[in-house]
């Protein structure tokens, strides 16, 4: 048993971050507690909830499943890496313009998991979105929003208009 | 989670040869940690086998048709394997597929899948001491909540076992390849599972040095038609409440081969016996049902999983119709 830091290089949303941190820390709590990177939120704890989840090496990953050790030297992206300096990813933007983020504490994963998604599938269904999300809880929005966030999002990658209509503000 | 050591051995002979009191295997580790931060297990190492791909990664199909999965294969892998597209071959993507979340399933292991702990709340709260946990001397839920536990096979605990891929790998007539120090070992994949589950007996029978190497279908498993169904609560990462595997071999409009085998419903993997009597009968709902009836008419409920007795039916009833292509 040990609990003495060890040394590690993290690569967070492109740059490499040299931390000393315990050997036991998961990716969220070096993340959150030792990069200072707070966006990426603790939920559950146990992979239930996908509040947590990054990307690893492009794939979306519950953080609090996966040791930190593990991950030396791997791309990680955090909703700090979504926006493109200071220009929101669509995601983000969209996610304001409907209120699909209420309290806000699963967005960082919904959005991080959508990314995943609209980048090997530019238009996906419904369908599709629900399954890319299957492992995100919201407990506010009841997913509508989220699910038509998602698809502007989408539209306005592919360079479309993507405007939420006026149901999708206010309802029918 | 209390501090640990983690080792990264360079070989499997090496991995074995570094477990000991108080070390663990850990694989991609979802069910672990879990286990970790619950305080369940409190190991002063974890032996690391994912740096082990080369031995124990890939899904490699050979000549004869047999098909190898490594043990580090993930769920999402094999859900979406073209080597694994036979029609026969279908309920173990199925079953992978429907595992978990996205998240869980990109990083979750076959391995892991086979090897995890079970579910039962009073064995995965520290805050209670049962009989299969090693600090109390009776199952809790039997006079306590119930509801997702066992109607077979039950001795004196009421786990299910938890595994999504054991079902349909009992039913495709997998073999398990095992490694202690430098020697491996085959054996059927039923050998992996107690032959009396008892509250005093682990979920699985390998030894605290043995690492799972691979798994391995063989080429009759891809022929004839196969499904995997599972009811649950939530549309998504939930543990199933029945869940049946089905392979079946239909020609010239009767069946020719049958195996089924239900997870969620008894400490092991239930494989049914009186499968065999679809044999030379011409498929149909109708022989279906009648065979789920028999088959559940045995079951042993407790006060709140009675509704399993209906539901695991209707779930066998459903994974037959969709082995047969009806």
Known sequence: ?172 | MNPFELRNPDSVAAASGAAGPARVFKAAGIDLLDRLKERIDDPDALVNLLPLGAELGGIGRSDDGTIRLGALVTLQQIADSDALAAPGLRALREACGEAATPQVRSRATLGGNLLQRNRCWYFRSAAFQCAHDGKGDRCLAWHGENRYHAIFGVVDCLRVHPSNAAPPLMVLGAEVEVQRGEARRRQPIAALFPDSPAAATAEHTLGADDVLIAVHLPAAAARGGSAYRESREKQSFDWATTAAAVHLGVEGGRITSASICLGAVAPNPWPVDDAQSLVGEAPSRELFEQLARRVFRRATPTEQNRYKVEVGQAILVDALLAAAGL
């Open chain 1, 1 to 172: 048993m040990t609990s003495s830091k060890v040394l590690g290089t993290f690569v967070v949303n492109g740059e490499p971050h040299e931390v000393a941190y315990a050997p036991h820390k998961t990716l969220l709590e070096v993340l959150r507690e030792d990069l200072g990177l707070t966006g990426t939120k603790h939920g559950c704890e146990l992979g239930e909830c996908g509040a947590c989840t990054v990307l690893l090496d492009g794939t979306p990953v519950v953080s609090c499943l996966v040791l930190a050790q593990e991950v030396e030297g791997r791309a990680i992206r955090t909703i700090e890496g979504l926006a493109d300096g200071p220009d929101l990813h669509p995601l983000q933007d969209l996610f304001a313009e409907l209120g699909a983020s209420q309290c806000g504490y699963c967005s960082a994963g919904f959005m991080l998991a959508a990314s995943e998604l609209l980048e090997r599938n530019p238009d996906p269904t419904r369908d599709e979105i629900r399954a890319a999300v299957a492992g995100n809880i919201c407990r506010c929005t009841g997913y509508i929003k989220i699910f038509e966030a998602i698809e502007l999002a989408a539209a306005r990658l592919r360079g479309e208009q993507g405007q939420p209509t006026r149901e999708m503000l206010y309802g029918s």
